[in-house]
């Protein structure tokens, strides 16, 4: 239990600092909105097939012995 | 590991910049799914609908069958050939708030003998002009496991998974991501169904079966890695590769190389993934004696193997969004199929099947085919 404790409070840390620190100035970003045609194209997608990745990623989960460290981080990438 | 990285991304979040998010595309997919191989067959579909509600709430709801069919290694030497069938379903919300998402979802899997229930929380942070995503997850899993032989057998299962991503733009054509996850779970974690075997000089062949007896406690940890590269034609090149770390001593090693090429309305997708593993340390392909150890287990899935998958698909985007061609709110629609080759070789896992005797039997290896052919609607 106590484990459980520190693992929850290494995450909701952050998140406080997350609220703390809102609204802060930002930095430039390197690669303009202008230049991400390339990154908004369909190929780009990190996960395209939301359906299909989680059913073969089930197939794999289900045939080896690793799980997890491969979604996508979600949120998109800034592209639309 | 994962409080290092939390620190990195506590910092970059207070320089976050103030750009807005943006909700994932309303869509519907139906797809159907068949795996083929080492004597089991399962199909069935799977239907995803996701639709906006108002300018900041995304909701999403799947529903998916597994409908098998199963005479596999395992339950051919130990057990009878069975079907059963699996139903899924979830229903999730994405809020979205400036340049924050934060997502809920709700999953549950019913079996004859096996139910689960998982809760997932996820907050999502766009910063940098949207150069990162930053994401923290949780999810709590309450699953219970039953027996379908013996009424008064059931035992439960508890889980929870932590993870933290981070999707980079890098450069005009370079996209990554980084996702480190950590898997706790306590209770019943062997199979009901499955023995090992042992040393047994008074059997014809030399051994005899045993019920299989797992800890009731497991923590893994992965981190992966992925690269996808806009080539210099319109073509992308993906890299991938995830590191797996348990209690139970498995390790493991996954990457794999992707190719996506567009052509006309087609886009062609080629696949290479491979996979690598260790065995847990109470896994014996065959015990010394019954009881031997304290914990023991025989199942393939955690002795060492190595796995390559060769997938090819093709999707065809039959609706384009030119405005020309619209089939009442539907705006984009296209039909994707694919194949995935499996061949699993397991390095101490022998073929019982064969009904050789102890010591001559030879080691098992898994071929398999798993067919994916799904619509995508997109409004």
Redesign the interface.
């Known amino acids: 239990m106590d484990k459980r404790i520190f693992l929850v409070g290494r995450f909701l840390l952050p998140l406080l600092v997350i609220g703390a620190l809102s609204g802060c100035g930002g930095i430039e970003p390197w690669v303009k909105p202008y230049e991400r045609d390339k990154l908004a194209d369909p190929i780009m997608a990190l996960d395209g097939d939301p359906v299909s990745t989680a059913y073969i990623q089930h197939v794999f989960e289900a045939r080896e012995g690793a799980r997890g460290g491969e979604g996508a981080a979600g949120g998109g990438c800034g592209c639309n | 590991m994962?409080?290092r990285i939390?620190?990195i991304?506590?910092l970059l979040?207070?320089?976050?910049?103030?750009?807005a998010?943006?909700l994932?595309d309303d869509r519907a997919?139906v797809?159907y799914?068949l795996?083929d191989g080492g004597g089991v067959e399962i199909d069935g579909p799977?239907v995803?609908v996701r639709k906006k509600v108002g300018k900041s709430v995304s909701l999403v709801g799947?529903y998916?069958v597994d409908m098998v069919s199963s005479a596999s290694i395992d339950v051919i030497t130990t057990a009878s050939p069975y079907t059963e069938e699996r139903k899924q379903w979830s229903l999730g919300m994405d809020y979205l708030r400036g340049n924050t998402?934060m997502?809920v979802n709700y999953t549950s899997s019913e079996e004859s003998d096996f139910d689960a229930e998982t809760v997932s929380f996820?907050?999502?942070?766009?910063?940098?002009?949207?150069?990162t995503?930053?994401?923290?997850s949780?999810a709590l899993g309450d699953d219970l496991v039953r027996r379908s032989d013996d009424d008064t057998f059931e035992a439960p299962l508890d889980r929870?998974?932590?993870?933290v991503?981070?999707?980079q733009?890098l450069?005009?054509?370079l996209?990554s991501?980084?996702?480190?996850?950590?898997?706790?779970e306590e209770g019943f974690l062997n199979n009901p169904y499955r023995s090992v075997r042992y040393f047994d000089a008074g059997s014809a062949l030399g051994y005899s079966f045993e019920p299989e007896l797992y800890p009731n406690t497991r923590t893994?940890n992965?981190?992966?890695i992925?690269m996808?590269y806009?080539l210099p034609y319109?073509?992308?090149l993906e890299g991938?590769y995830?590191?797996?770390t348990?209690t139970?001593d498995?390790d493991?090693h996954?990457a794999s190389l992707s190719y996506?090429h567009?052509w006309k309305d087609f886009?062609f997708t080629g696949k290479f993934r491979y996979?690598d593993?260790t065995?847990?340390h109470f896994y014996r392909d065959v015990f010394p004696r019954a009881q031997a150890t304290n914990f023991r287990g025989r199942d393939k899935?955690?002795s060492p193997?190595t796995?390559y998958?060769f997938k090819l698909q093709a999707a065809y985007e039959f609706l384009r969004d030119d405005g020309n061609d619209t089939w009442g709110f539907i705006k984009r629609a296209k039909v994707?199929a694919?194949v995935?080759i499996?061949n699993?070789e397991y390095h101490d896992f022998s073929d019982l099947s064969v009904g050789e005797v102890l010591g001559s039997e030879p080691l098992y290896q898994?071929d398999a085919n798993?067919i994916?052919v799904?619509f995508?609607f997109f409004y």
């Open positions: 994962i409080r939390l620190t991304a506590a979040l207070a320089y976050g910049a103030a750009n998010g943006v994932p997919d797809l799914h795996y799977s995803l799947n998916y998402t997502r996820s907050v999502s942070q766009d910063m940098f002009g949207d150069l995503t930053l994401t923290l949780y929870q998974i932590y993870g991503g981070i999707t733009i450069t005009k054509n996209i991501s980084l996702n480190v996850e950590t898997i706790t893994s992965a981190v992966g992925r996808r806009f319109r073509a992308a991938e995830r590191f797996f348990d139970w498995i493991g996954t996506i567009p886009t996979h593993q065995g847990a899935e955690i193997l796995s998958t994707t694919s995935n499996l699993v898994l798993v994916q799904y995508s």
